[in-house]
């Protein structure tokens, strides 16, 4: 017997000023655009994603013509995208309705009919793609495993098989070269990394740090004939470039003297890295010479940089935005003059509040939170929502957020916890949650929430805890194990019911969270009911709003209506608001509209709004 749960409300307008309607629609619907990334051999022939049909797809920009083009066009939208390095081709990811299952396909990027890029190849999640000229690999992940396959003059092979995830991640520019990320060893969170011959696939090198070390590969140089093969590594506690000639075996550690975490890319003659450097909740750019080891800033404001890349001529090309100004694409010269790159069709969003930081002692460390205040906030305290971040390796960033800026308009002041298990702080701090994951967050974010109403800035009787993925599962045991700490809570996507999650979800979450749990349900029956938002149920006081999509392989359905149903036999306001995506959804009307619901919720449940 199915349960029937009471649907979410969804209002027609959350203001009854026109203009405040009309801004924060406006800040959703405004066109955006990712930074251009481009054939490697032909650098006219740009891709980017964009949400300007109102949908999130991708597009080609032909930079000779100047013609913008749309490529997808897709109800559920379409994000990954890359070019074929002749710039002939343009491969996307067609799954179904957000299920992120499916295959390839490929379209000519002047125009014209697509077809499945590798029919040898059956569909399953992603694992990685590298195009060359004469071979191409591509990774798929299913509940069995991982496999790799390549395609070479006219036939496709599969060189890779293993029960433990893996991916395709690199092939070096004379396609000689194939890097492999795996994790036989056990710990998918932190990668092994395997290079193979193509000539005959067989294993040439092999990098592994050891226990609770990862390493990430980035890309090989895009020299030809030049073997480099730039990593991150994690042995001293961080994040931090590693160079690796693989045939002349040996390596670099890149010892940067900047505080926080980096990453990179080559330039394109392979002397130098652009350097992205991130650092409480700020990201910007530097140019590192590889030759001199001199390490130059390239002076961008401070916020977050979301994409950046260097261009034949040396100017460097990427996209940044603060919480309080949206994201705009810029292109630094080589000469250091600056200016905007892209502009999307259609007004600018309007912009919103700019964040300041809180430093916030926890026991497990100093806790970094994200404060946003309304710009017309009234003196006192005020009502609060306590925004939660996915991953849970991710972080809160002084970016522009329309999500963030909506709740700022309705009154709210915004807290974002960069909680144990975020990154961006050190290795330690995000492995932190190993082994206790959910509560160990939670820990900090009662640190943060303490903060907040002794500091004046939150009102104690009126505290949202809301998130989504990873942050909608905080949510969900947040109410269950901190009922006096919440006055609603509002999970989008959660982790409801972890065993009956994991039965369900994708195989490389599976992967995740053997090594984050220290194994499957089976083998670790108590961490699992310990850390499961369902195994609280009972003691949730606060009215809750749920969200989730029929097609989530993250976050599959089935454990949300268990949590629901247990939910239901309780008295306890709830709602709940499904509809026909994945993971979240890439069309620009439904997040409005959900959008609109967390907020109605929220007010309603502080007593802000009666209806």
Not at 209 to 219: I, R, S
Not at 288 to 302: F, H, K, M, N, Q
Not at 356 to 383: K, M, N, Q
Request: net charge negative; charged share 25%; glycine share 10%.
């Amino acid at each position: 017997m199915t349960t029937q749960h009471p649907p979410a409300a969804i209002p027609d307008r959350l203001f009854d000023d026109a203009e405040a309607e009309a801004l924060w629609r406006a800040r959703f619907q405004a066109s955006r655009m990712s930074t251009p990334a481009w054939a490697i051999d032909a650098p006219d022939a740009n891709i980017y994603v964009s949400n300007a049909s109102g949908v999130w797809e991708v597009y080609a920009w032909n930079r000779a013509t100047g013609e913008h083009r749309q490529v997808t066009d897709r109800p559920n939208g379409t994000l990954h995208a890359i070019t074929s390095p002749d710039g002939a081709w343009i491969w996307w990811f067609n799954d179904t309705d957000g299920d992120e299952f499916g295959s390839w396909v490929r379209e000519p990027f002047a125009g014209g009919t697509g077809e499945r890029a590798m029919p040898d190849v059956h569909e399953g999640y992603p694992a990685g793609l590298e195009i060359g000229h004469r071979l191409v690999a591509v990774g798929v992940s299913t509940d069995d495993g991982s496999e790799l396959f390549v395609h070479a003059d006219g036939e496709t092979k599969r060189f890779y098989v293993s029960k433990d995830d893996a991916s395709v991640a690199a092939l070096s520019r004379d396609e000689r070269l194939l890097a492999i990320s795996h994790s036989e060893h056990g710990d998918s969170r932190h990668p092994a990394v395997r290079v193979l011959a193509t000539d005959g696939f067989a294993a040439v090198a092999e990098k592994w740090d050891g226990e609770g070390k990862g390493l990430t590969p980035l890309a090989f140089s895009p020299v030809s004939g030049d073997s480099r093969l730039l990593l991150l590594h994690e042995r001293r506690g961080r994040e931090e470039l590693l160079v690796w000639d693989v045939e002349r075996d040996t390596e670099s550690e890149l010892a940067l003297d900047l505080p926080g975490e980096v990453s990179a890319g080559w330039y394109p003659k392979a002397d130098a890295l652009l350097v992205v450097h991130f650092h409480q909740a700020r990201s910007s750019l530097y140019r590192y010479d590889l030759t001199t080891g001199e390490l130059s800033s390239l002076a961008t404001p401070p916020g977050r940089i979301g994409g950046a890349a260097v261009r034949d001529d040396g100017t460097v090309e990427y996209s940044w935005s603060s919480a309080a100004e949206p994201t705009v694409i810029r292109a630094r010269a080589a000469d250091g003059t600056e200016g905007v790159l892209l502009t999307p069709p259609g007004e600018p969003a309007p912009g919103s509040a700019p964040i300041t930081d809180a430093f916030v002692e926890g026991a497990g460390g100093r806790i970094h939170a994200l404060v946003s205040r309304p710009f017309d906030a009234p003196d006192g305290p005020l009502p609060t929502v306590f925004t939660l971040h996915g991953g849970p390796h991710s972080a809160d960033e002084d970016r522009f957020s329309a999500y963030r800026a909506v709740w700022l308009d309705a009154g709210f002041a915004v807290v974002e916890v960069n909680y144990r298990g975020s990154t961006g702080y050190g290795s330690a701090w995000r492995d932190a949650i190993e082994g206790r994951p959910g509560l160990t967050e939670l820990d900090d974010v009662a640190a943060a929430h303490d903060w907040a109403i002794q500091s004046g800035l939150s009102d104690p009787g009126r505290c949202v805890v809301n998130g989504a993925s990873w942050g909608g599962y905080l949510t969900l045991l947040a109410l269950g194990t901190q009922p006096e700490r919440w006055a609603a809570g509002v999970a989008s996507v959660p982790v409801a019911d972890y065993v009956a999650a994991y039965e369900d979800e994708m195989e490389q979450l599976r992967a995740f969270d053997r090594a984050l749990f220290g194994g499957s349900p089976e083998t670790k029956p108590a961490v699992y009911r310990e850390c499961s938002p369902i195994t609280y149920v009972g003691a949730v006081k606060a009215p809750v709003l749920v969200l989730a999509g029929d097609n989530d392989p993250r976050c599959p359905i089935r454990q949300i209506e268990n949590y629901l149903k247990k939910l239901a036999a309780r008295d306890v306001p709830y709602e709940f608001y499904r509809y026909d995506a994945g993971h979240g959804s890439l069309v620009i009307a439904e997040t409005i509209k959900q959008t609109a619901a967390e907020v109605h919720f929220a007010l309603r449940s502080v007593g802000l709004r009666k209806s």
